[in-house]
């Protein structure tokens, strides 16, 4: 069993997480090594050009990277991190999905895809956590 017995633990536990909760982000699934998390975009998560700033597509990824990671080794801070940005998005919802890639005594690998609502593939995020 995973630190999170239930979405609902999950969930109570990362509103404290303001600036990503504060962005509407929420999450919408976690299993013992993968965790799903989602936004709908507003003009709130736009760039001056009208696009979807990146901060907003990172905060996403990192969400579910922290939900993961967090599930895995409570408490987990992340060591290092990257985005590859693939595509800007189209639809009108983001959603990260969360995997681990390899689990140690001390650190993980976590791979998240960020994609659309409409199946565009956004981001690439990969991070490792390392256990507090």
């Known amino acids: ?5 239930t979405l609902q633990e999950a969930r109570e536990h990362f509103i404290n997480d ?3 909760m504060n962005a ?3 999450i919408d699934e976690i299993t013992e090594d993968t965790g799903t998390c989602s936004v709908v975009l507003t003009k709130d998560h736009q760039n001056a050009y009208g696009g979807i700033m990146g901060g907003a597509i990172f905060t996403l990824a990192d969400l579910a990277f ?7 080794h409570s408490l987990s801070v992340a060591s290092q991190v990257s985005i590859n940005y693939l595509s800007a ?6 959603i990260a999905r969360a995997r681990c890639l390899r689990s140690g005594r ?8 960020v994609s659309d609502d409409t199946g565009r593939d956004v981001a690439l995020f990969i991070g490792t956590a390392f256990k507090k």
């Open 1 to 5: 069993m995973g630190t999170f017995a």
């Open 18 to 20: 303001r600036f990503a």
């Open 24 to 26: 509407g982000m929420q």
């Open 66 to 72: 922290a939900v993961v990671a967090n599930q895995i």
């Open 89 to 94: 998005p189209k639809g009108s919802k983001l």
């Open 106 to 113: 001390t650190t993980s690998v976590i791979q998240v895809d």
